[in-house]
């Protein structure tokens, strides 16, 4: 059985860090393009990040550009999202996905496994 774990979240101050992890088991994981999306109070689910299966590409949705950073580890089995310089926008609950085969992104729908999200809260 796939699962895919976040943890990390919580309430931090605008300007402040946050680092993400996602835990996966039950998957080939380096064979799994993994992303972040987010949804915000009262939004629709949005994308964030993705890494392709070896890590050799990023991608980032403009408003996060600059500030966040993904990585994942192959032999952890674990994706991260680093985020920096905080904004009360930045307020959601962030959801990893794992896209087989995921070179770039695509939307959500597409994305094979999802986890429960981790709530990050952003106070100004």
């Known amino acids: 059985q796939v699962q895919l774990a976040e943890s990390g979240g919580g309430l931090v101050q605008a300007g402040g860090s946050l680092r993400l992890s996602c835990a996966a088991s039950g998957l080939t994981f380096s064979r799994y393009g993994m992303g972040w999306f987010r949804q915000g109070p009262g939004k629709e689910r949005e994308f964030v990040a993705h890494?392709?299966?070896?890590?050799?590409?990023?991608f980032y949705a403009d408003s996060v550009k600059g500030r966040f950073t993904i990585s994942r580890d192959n032999a952890k089995i674990t994706v991260y999202l680093q985020m920096n310089s905080l904004k009360p926008e930045d307020t959601a609950v962030y959801y990893c996905a794992a896209k087989y085969g995921g070179i770039s992104p695509r939307p959500g729908d597409e994305y094979d496994y999802w986890g429960q999200g981790t709530q990050v809260t952003v106070s100004s």
């Open positions: 890494i392709s299966w070896r890590g050799g590409s990023t």
